[in-house]
């Protein structure tokens, strides 16, 4: 059974930084690509940064692109992502999410974990 659990959150003011990391059991992590989604409130669940199996290619949405930076740690099982220049926009839930074998493969959601709360506030 697929179990990840979301830790690093918190209160920072705007411009502000946080890294946000993945506890990933159940499954071969290190086969998977993974991503990180967010969902603020009353808003959909939106998807924020993908990376493939090795680690090696990394995807983001265009509104955290240079200010997100996604890795993973396939010996140690965990997924992070590095929050830098934060904005009062990028307030929400936190989850990270396993892929398929293919970074192209759709993310599967359904696998989120409880989540871990970014809110950034002055």
């Known amino acids: 059974e697929v179990h990840l659990v979301e830790s690093g959150g918190g209160a920072v003011q705007p411009g502000g930084s946080l890294r946000l990391s993945c506890a990933a059991s159940g499954f071969i992590f290190s086969r998977y690509a993974m991503a990180w989604a967010r969902q603020a409130p009353g808003k959909a669940l939106e998807w924020v940064s993908g990376?493939?199996?090795?680690?090696?290619?990394?995807y983001y949405r265009d509104s955290v692109k240079g200010r997100f930076t996604i890795s993973r740690d396939n010996a140690k099982n965990t997924l992070y992502l590095q929050l830098n220049s934060l904005k009062t926009e990028d307030t929400a839930m936190y989850y990270c999410?396993?892929?398929?074998?293919?970074?192209?493969?759709?993310?599967?959601?359904?696998?989120r974990g409880q989540g871990t709360q970014v809110t950034v506030s002055s």
């Open positions: 990376i493939n199996s090795g680690g090696d290619r990394t």
């Open positions: 999410a396993k892929g398929g074998i293919s970074e192209y493969d759709a993310v599967d959601y359904n696998t």
